[in-house]
């Protein structure tokens, strides 16, 4: 009976739950931060900014909740593609960076060769020095052998650096 008591006189003097805040606290600048991002700049500036010239105690998430609100986007659509086993692969050469010669110890310009089977999402990379014809026919030739026989068709995504152009 006692905890009862206790319990009811706590419920009758303490608040009650405070509803959540439903306005931004960056209402005001709302113009001001529409100019700016028409204006291409970022939220972490915008951020900066306004402590600057209002001197407010602003955090990155404010912003970035105000900026996610008002720039609404319509999200992006994907198309997954079905096909049968085997009948597609997807390949592209991509730059990767420097990367250490391995034979030298220098620097050199290093590209990804990647293919992925259509089907399985199987996944093959490689990473090269170059992006001629013989090493694009030889990376096929490594793909095929981790990943199972060649496809019938294969769509290229860049045809020129992959030697696909006719």
Known sequence: MIASTVQGRLTAT???AVPPQQVSSLARYEAEIVRLRSEGVEMAAIRHRLVERHGIAVSYEAVRR???RLETRTPEAFVRVETAPGA???VDFGYAGLTLDPQTGTPRKTWVFV??????R???AELVYNQTVATWLACHRNAFR????ASAARPCARARSSGCAG
């Open 14 to 16: 303490l608040p009650g």
């Open 66 to 68: 105000l900026v996610r």
């Open 88 to 90: 597609e692969a997807q």
């Open 115 to 120: 293919m992925v089977l259509s089907w399985s």
């Open 122 to 124: 199987h996944m093959y």
């Open 146 to 149: 981790s990943c199972g026989p």
